[in-house]
């Protein structure tokens, strides 16, 4: 193996290193929801300096990489499809932070009947099984399993789009929760955002496996 195929390898495995440090923010996020626990949201915003400081060392590496060996064809690809994931990963984990401070900022767990009106944790369930999808297609380099995320992500749209409605039909029977509310919208908002976050690394990966840039196309459709 050539010292450019070793640099290629390490950074392949720190992308995968990042993917499971964003995962398991989730993953604690949605804990943390579910069974109210303010020290294990606290512990996903701890883990968010760890994300924050991947994402610096993965930068770097893709720029001392470009500069030394410039890369051709699919290598070139790859690095330019790992500068972009990097970025969309680190916020995801800004995302999964966010989630974290507002389960600390409320003062009283959630009303189960809200949780279960706004269909949020099924929502967050979904955002987890995205990010482990596009983790298996960056690690198996499958485009099928890429292409499956927008599937995915327009079942997170559908319960955002849904939010305000259930949300004003819950607070018209329990206007004391007004709090609570605001904050699981919120929430629901950011999930939302993890979904378009894993389209965008899905189209990276799509990039630099396929040599399409499928961005604008799938632009198109929606319109």
């Known amino acids: 193996m050539t010292q450019f195929q070793t640099e290629i390898k390490q950074l392949r495995e720190e992308v995968v290193k990042m993917y499971e440090l964003v995962h398991s923010q989730l993953l604690k996020g949605l804990s943390s929801l579910l069974n109210f626990d303010k020290d294990l949201a606290r512990e996903v915003v701890m883990i968010e300096k760890r994300v924050n400081g991947a994402e610096l060392q993965i930068e770097k590496d893709c720029e ?9 064809a699919v290598d070139l690809r790859f690095i330019l499809a790992v500068l972009k994931i990097n970025t969309n990963l680190e916020r995801i984990g800004d995302i999964a932070e966010g989630i974290a401070k507002l389960i600390i900022d409320t003062e009283t767990p959630f009303k189960q009947a809200l949780l279960d009106q706004t269909k949020v944790i099924e929502m967050y369930g979904e955002a987890v099984l995205v990010v482990e999808e596009i983790q298996t297609a960056f690690e ?43 904050n699981i919208l919120s929430i629901i908002r950011r999930l939302e955002r993890v979904g378009d976050q894993a389209e965008n690394i899905s189209e990276e990966i799509i990039f630099y496996l396929e040599a399409k840039v499928i961005k604008h196309a799938k632009r198109k459709e929606k319109e």
Request: overall charge negative; hydrophobic content about 40%.
């Open 64 to 72: 001392n990489i470009l500069a030394i060996y410039s890369p051709v």
């Open 140 to 182: 198996q380099e499958n485009t099928a399993t890429a292409r499956g995320i927008f599937k995915r992500d327009e079942f997170l749209d559908a319960i955002n789009r849904k939010a305000n409605d259930l949300l004003s039909s819950y607070l018209r029977e329990h206007p004391e929760d007004l709090h609570q509310a605001l």
